[in-house]
């Protein structure tokens, strides 16, 4: 199956910095690659995802990448705010799978400093 | 639309009780996941679920756990005789029928089941 790798474990960055959170994956077959956010205690939300066939996308603050041929896709978050802390997840799609069903990284506990 | 729905949101079971996990779907949605997630770590996939089949239980531990998601009502995820090992939050997700793959699939709160 897919497998996912996600660092940093955990990042901390200055109110007004930008956090950069790193993964690869293992399965080329895998066309979906989602972002969540989760605070603590609280559900996962999706705040940004790519698909194969996009290499970066932007939302406000908030930017994915994706290198298809190195196998490996980033979350940039620009002027950080202490309401960005929370813990990342990165996700893959794996092999012929009906979204959903998703592959996540270990996580990035983010603490932005005021 | 109220989202998907998961409770209870808090279960405490002694070892070698059941537990008994329920998730509602977002409405127009025919698709379940349940993931499990160990403390500070990612979730891991249980089991894919649609309308009385199971797809994909590939995730699923091949004793005491069993999930179902009948023609009327709720998603159940099921663990007998619960051990402590078994403590984790519980999410289930849902997403929509149509054949158009790759769009977002929705979390419920989650359940936090402790065993003691």
């Known amino acids: 199956g897919e497998n996912v790798e996600q660092h940093p474990s955990t990042l901390s960055v200055q109110e007004g910095d930008s956090a950069v959170i790193k993964c690869t994956y293992s399965?080329?077959?895998?066309?979906?690659f989602p972002w969540y956010k989760q605070e603590l205690g609280k559900r996962p939300q999706l705040i940004i995802d790519?698909?194969?066939?996009?290499g970066e996308k932007k939302d406000q603050r908030i930017a994915v990448t994706l290198n298809k041929t190195a196998k490996h896709f980033s979350l940039h978050i620009t002027e950080t705010q202490p309401e960005d802390s929370a813990v990342y997840f990165c996700?893959?799609?794996?092999?012929?799978?009906?979204?959903?069903?998703?592959?996540f990284g270990r996580g990035t506990q983010l603490t932005v400093w005021p | 639309n109220a989202g998907v729905m998961q409770n209870p949101r808090h279960l405490v079971r002694r070892r070698g009780q059941e537990a008994r996990l329920r998730c509602s779907p977002m409405?127009?949605?025919?698709?379940v996941y349940w993931y499990r997630q160990l403390p500070e770590e990612g979730l891991k996939f249980m089991v894919y679920?649609?309308?009385?089949?199971?797809?994909?239980e590939s995730g699923m531990p091949k004793e005491r756990f069993s999930a179902e998601f009948p023609k009327e009502g709720p998603s159940i995820l099921r663990i007998q005789q619960v051990v402590r090992g078994d403590s984790a939050a519980y999410f289930c997700?849902?997403?929509?029928?149509?054949?158009?793959?790759?769009?977002?699939?929705?979390f419920g709160q989650g359940t936090r089941l402790t065993v003691v």
């Open positions: 997700a849902s997403s929509p029928t149509q054949r158009d793959l790759n769009t977002e699939a929705f």
């Open positions: 409405k127009g949605h025919s698709h």
């Open positions: 790519i698909r194969s066939n996009v």
């Open positions: 679920l649609q309308k009385e089949n199971i797809i994909d």
């Open positions: 399965d080329s077959a895998s066309n979906y």
């Open positions: 996700a893959a799609s794996g092999r012929g799978s009906t979204l959903g069903r998703l592959y």
